[in-house]
């Protein structure tokens, strides 16, 4: 009977160890610390796994930077400062949706050429 109780309390302890493991991982790709001043990821979008779209901060210009397994690269940098950013998404009541932001991001490019 000892030995019963001894595997059924190794085993609740793995199972508690593998849902903090899973908690854990589920929860830190909400949370993003940074003590940097100049450089902020303000938004992150997966788009597979090791694949993601950022919309980073620097120094106050914001651009779109591409992030996969082996490359990181530059695709849209925004006339918008950050802080116009977050003025737009407070007068919005939240995040643009992907309609509005395409038009955004396909007007300013437009307007490039």
């Not at 490359?71 to 309609?99: M, S």
């Amino acid at each position: 009977m000892e030995y019963f109780q001894m595997i059924m309390a190794l085993i609740g302890v793995l199972a508690l160890v593998f849902l903090l493991f899973w908690l854990m991982k589920k929860l830190n790709k909400r949370v993003t610390v940074s003590d940097s001043r100049h450089m902020k990821v303000l938004e992150r979008i997966n788009l597979g796994q090791d694949k993601m779209l950022l919309l980073v901060s620097v120094c106050g210009k914001c651009m779109v930077i591409g992030v996969t397994n082996g490359r990181v690269e530059k695709i849209h940098e925004l006339e918008e400062t950050e802080d116009q950013l977050l003025a737009k998404k407070d007068e919005n009541g939240g995040n643009p949706t992907f309609r509005e932001s395409f038009k955004t991001v396909f007007k300013d490019m437009m307007n490039k050429k």
